[in-house]
C-alpha cells in the first residue's frame, strides 16, 4: 500500500512537472508583450504575426496638443496619401522582425516613425530582463538610434 501511494505521488509529481515545464517561454517570443518607453511617452504590444513579430502601437502620450486627444490622431505624416487618415493608435510601427538564435535577437524589421513618415530598417534585443533595445537604422546599425522599453508587468 505504502509503495502504491509513493509511486502515485511520484506520477503525479512528474505530470506537475511536466506541465510546467510546457508552459515556459520560448525564447523567441521572449519580446512580445506591452513594452514602454524609457522615456514613457508611448507603449507598444509585440507579438508574434506567423513567421514574424510585429508591434502596435496601444499608447502615446498626447499632452503636446490637448486639443487632438490620442484616439483622435491620424497618420498625417504618412508619404502615401491613402494611408494619413488611418488612426495612430493600434497601427502597426514594427513589423517584419525575426529571430536569429545564434545572436538572441531580432533581426530584419522595419520600423515607421509616425512624426516624420519614414522607415527604418530595424533590430530589437533584451539587454537585460525586463529592457528591450530597439535599433532604427538606414543601411548599418551604427549609423542609427536606439531606443529602450521596460516590459510592462500584466
Same mark, same amino acid.
Given at each position: 500500500?505504502?509503495?502504491?501511494?509513493?509511486?502515485?505521488?511520484?506520477?503525479?509529481?512528474?505530470?506537475?512537472?511536466?506541465?510546467?515545464?510546457?508552459?515556459?517561454?520560448?525564447?523567441?517570443?521572449?519580446?512580445?508583450?506591452?513594452?514602454? $518607453?524609457?522615456?514613457?511617452?508611448?507603449? +507598444?504590444? =509585440?507579438?508574434?504575426? #506567423?513567421?514574424?513579430?510585429?508591434? &502596435?502601437?496601444?499608447?502615446?502620450?498626447?499632452?503636446?496638443?490637448? $486639443?487632438?486627444?490620442?484616439?483622435?490622431? +491620424?497618420? =498625417?505624416?504618412?508619404? #502615401?496619401?491613402?494611408?494619413?487618415? &488611418?488612426?495612430?493608435?493600434?497601427?502597426?510601427?514594427?513589423?517584419?522582425?525575426?529571430?536569429?538564435?545564434?545572436?538572441?535577437?531580432?533581426?530584419?524589421?522595419?520600423?515607421?516613425?509616425?512624426?516624420?513618415?519614414?522607415?527604418?530598417?530595424?533590430?530589437?534585443?533584451?539587454?537585460?530582463?525586463?529592457?528591450?533595445?530597439?535599433?532604427?537604422?538606414?543601411?548599418?546599425?551604427?549609423?542609427?538610434?536606439?531606443?529602450?522599453?521596460?516590459?510592462?508587468?500584466?
Amino acid at each position: 500500500m505504502a509503495k502504491r501511494i509513493f509511486t502515485l505521488m511520484l506520477f503525479y509529481c512528474f505530470t506537475c512537472f511536466s506541465l510546467n515545464a510546457n508552459k515556459a517561454v520560448d525564447p523567441c517570443d521572449m519580446i512580445c508583450g506591452k513594452w514602454q $518607453s524609457e522615456k514613457k511617452n508611448c507603449i +507598444v504590444e =509585440v507579438s508574434h504575426d #506567423d513567421d514574424d513579430y510585429v508591434a &502596435r502601437l496601444v499608447w502615446f502620450d498626447d499632452s503636446d496638443d490637448p $486639443s487632438k486627444p490620442m484616439e483622435s490622431r +491620424v497618420d =498625417v505624416n504618412n508619404p #502615401d496619401k491613402k494611408l494619413r487618415s &488611418r488612426k495612430l493608435v493600434g497601427m502597426n510601427v514594427l513589423q517584419g522582425l525575426v529571430y536569429k538564435s545564434k545572436t538572441n535577437s531580432w533581426e530584419n524589421g522595419m520600423i515607421y516613425d509616425a512624426q516624420t513618415g519614414k522607415k527604418w530598417n530595424a533590430a530589437a534585443n533584451l539587454i537585460a530582463p525586463g529592457k528591450l533595445k530597439v535599433t532604427g537604422y538606414w543601411h548599418f546599425k551604427f549609423i542609427g538610434r536606439s531606443m529602450i522599453f521596460n516590459r510592462v508587468s500584466s
